[in-house]
T-cell receptor, first 114, second 110 residues
Framework: EADIYQTPRYLVIGTGKKITLECSQT?????MYWYQQDPGMELHLIHY???????EKGDLSSESTVSRIRTEHFPLTLESARPSHTSQYLC?????????????FGAGSRLTVL | QKEVEQDPGPLSVPEGAIVSLNCTYS??????FMWYRQYSRKGPELLMY????GNKEDGRFTAQVDKSSKYISLFIRDSQPSDSATYLC??????????FGKGTKLSVIP
C-alpha cells in the first residue's frame, strides 16, 4: 500500500542532543516537505525538496537541516536540540507536475526537548 | 493579514447537525482550495479540493467556494461522532506550496 511513514512517532530528549526524524514514502512522489505544527497555529513549511539532491528552506526559519539522497527518503536533523524545538513535525509528499499540489501527510513525529 | 484566515473554534455540535466550517483568503492568485481533516495524533488527510467557484459534493461533505468574496466553506450533513477532528482549509496556486489556515476543532456530541 502506498503510504508515507514517519519515525519516531514520539521522542523525548534532553537539550543538546542530536536527533534525526525519518520520513519515507512509497508513492514515488518527486516533492517532499517538512511542516511544523503547534497547537492553534497554522502549518508552517520549514523545508521542501523537489527531487533528489534538491532542498530548500521554507517560510519558517528553522535550525534543522534536511537531505534528499533518495527519492523516497527525506530525513530532518537537529544537531543540538533545544526546548524551543518542541513541536509536532509533519512530513508530506506530492506528485510533480502543474496540477493542484495535493499533499499526502505522514502521521507526524512529536518531539519534546527537556 | 494572513493569506488564509480560519476561526480555530472549538466548535461543538450535537450528532445529526449540519456543520458549517469557514475560511477567508486574501491572495487573488489562489487557484484551488482544499479541505483536510486531522484526527488527534494523526497527520492531515485530504477530504476534497476544488478549482472553481460553486459547490462540490462528496457524500455528506460539500465544499463551497465564492471567489468574488474570497470565502471557502465546508458543510457536513448529518454529522457523526466520527467527524470529530480538526478541519484545515488550504489554498494554492500552480505547483507551489499550499497556504493553510489554523484549523477548526470540531466535536460532534452523541
Amino acid at each position: 500500500e502506498a503510504d508515507i511513514y514517519q519515525t519516531p512517532r514520539y521522542l523525548v530528549i534532553g537539550t543538546g542532543k542530536k536527533i534525526t526524524l525519518e520520513c519515507s514514502q512509497t508513492m514515488g512522489h518527486d516533492k517532499m516537505y517538512w511542516y511544523q505544527q503547534d497547537p492553534g497555529m497554522e502549518l508552517h513549511l520549514i523545508h521542501y525538496s523537489y527531487g533528489v539532491n534538491s532542498t530548500e528552506k521554507g517560510d519558517l526559519s528553522s535550525e534543522s537541516t534536511v537531505s534528499r539522497i533518495r527519492t523516497e527518503h527525506f530525513p530532518l536533523t537537529l544537531e543540538s536540540a533545544r526546548p524551543s524545538h518542541t513541536s509536532q513535525y509533519l512530513c508530506a509528499s506530492s506528485e510533480g507536475g502543474t496540477g493542484a499540489n495535493v499533499l499526502t501527510f505522514g502521521a507526524g513525529s512529536r518531539l519534546t526537548v527537556l | 493579514q494572513k493569506e488564509v484566515e480560519q476561526d480555530p473554534g472549538p466548535l461543538s455540535v450535537p450528532e445529526g447537525a449540519i456543520v458549517s466550517l469557514n475560511c477567508t483568503y486574501s491572495n487573488s492568485a489562489f487557484q484551488y482550495f482544499m479541505w483536510y481533516r486531522q484526527y488527534s495524533r494523526k497527520g492531515p488527510e485530504l477530504l476534497m479540493y476544488t478549482y472553481s467557484s460553486g459547490n462540490k459534493e462528496d457524500g455528506r461533505f460539500t465544499a463551497q467556494v465564492d471567489k468574488s468574496s474570497k470565502y471557502i466553506s465546508l458543510f457536513i450533513r448529518d454529522s457523526q461522532p466520527s467527524d470529530s477532528a480538526t478541519y484545515l482549509c488550504a489554498s494554492g496556486a500552480g505547483s507551489y506550496q499550499l497556504t493553510f489556515g489554523k484549523g477548526t476543532k470540531l466535536s460532534v456530541i452523541p
